[in-house]
């Protein structure tokens, strides 16, 4: 069953394109993987999915969710989705956790605006904190934010995340700003926890072998376009779009230790200064005449001009 769907989604910031006919399904349970470089639109996507856009955005094409179209919620639609259904975690746990409130005012909050009696939300609370591997919950709840690492308050916050028992977890580079060791730490729990309920996850992040990790299909998305989705399985041996390609090229486990690392080669294009064709033709080794007049239509699993010769 269909969860999420975005129809030609498209965006413009102050009359700017930021996305262009970005469309997407995520089915329910699904986790599904956002890549591309900075600037390619992936955070504005899952920011238009609850609303989360800036002032001077106007949006085009549908967003969906459980059939509802979100754009058209009014207020308490909007709220109940982004309070009950749709559950966030972003980059910097600190950015989204009051830092003079305890844990627990945290994780309870959204419990007890829902009307459930405090005891209750505390208990919830603790075994949400033990279910993301969280040891002395309760001491927990009686701490702040400063008094946690990042990667324990990215737990928190995952934990917080879970209590509503969403059906859609939007997660825009949640380990980025923690160290190695706890990102692996961090995406697991993630992982784990989202299986175990059958809830669908839409996660952006730079890391190919990450989203490849955690995710059933991967969308490739490149100066506001999506320009392949393929079976995270199937990354390596299917990818057909040359930035798809590209991308792969230039990981670094893509070269042997002691080389140097590949980058994708040229400047990067935002859905502005993409060209009138394709919008990776100014940067693609295969380009020809029509790639760069010609927009290709995403057809199959890709839009590009080239996959039958590819
Ligand atoms: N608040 C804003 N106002 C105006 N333009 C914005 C705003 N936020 C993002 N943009 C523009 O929208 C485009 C897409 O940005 P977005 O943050 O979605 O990219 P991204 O792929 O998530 O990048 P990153 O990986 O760096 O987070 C960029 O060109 C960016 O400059």
Known sequence: MTLLTLD????????????????????????????GESGSGKSMTVKSVVRLLPPGATVGGTVRFDGADVHALNAA?????????VAMV????????????????????????????????IEKAVRSLSEVGVGDAGRRLTQRPYELSGGLLQR?????????????????????????TTQEEVVAILDE??????????FITHDLELAAAVCDRIAVMYAGEIVEILPAARLHDDARHPYTRALLAARPGAVAPGQRL???????????????GCVFADRCPHAEARCRDERPVFTGSAACHLLEVL
């Open 8 to 35: 030609r989604l498209a965006l413009a910031i102050d009359g700017r394109p930021v996305l262009r006919q970005v469309s997407l399904d995520v089915a329910a349970g699904e986790a599904v993987g956002l890549v």
């Open 77 to 85: 639609g909007l709220r109940r989705m982004r309070s009950r259904d």
């Open 90 to 121: 972003f980059q910097d746990p600190r950015a989204v956790v009051n830092p003079v409130r305890t844990v627990g005012d945290f994780l309870t909050e959204v419990l007890r605006d829902q009307g459930m009696p405090r005891g209750a939300a």
């Open 156 to 180: 928190v916050v995952i934990a917080a995340a879970l209590l509503t028992e969403p059906r859609l977890i939007l997660a825009d580079e949640p380990t980025t700003a923690l160290d190695v």
């Open 193 to 202: 926890q989202r299986r175990l309920r059958g809830t669908a996850l839409l």
């Open 262 to 276: 590949l980058t994708v080669p040229g400047t990067p294009q935002s859905a502005l200064t993409a060209p009138a």
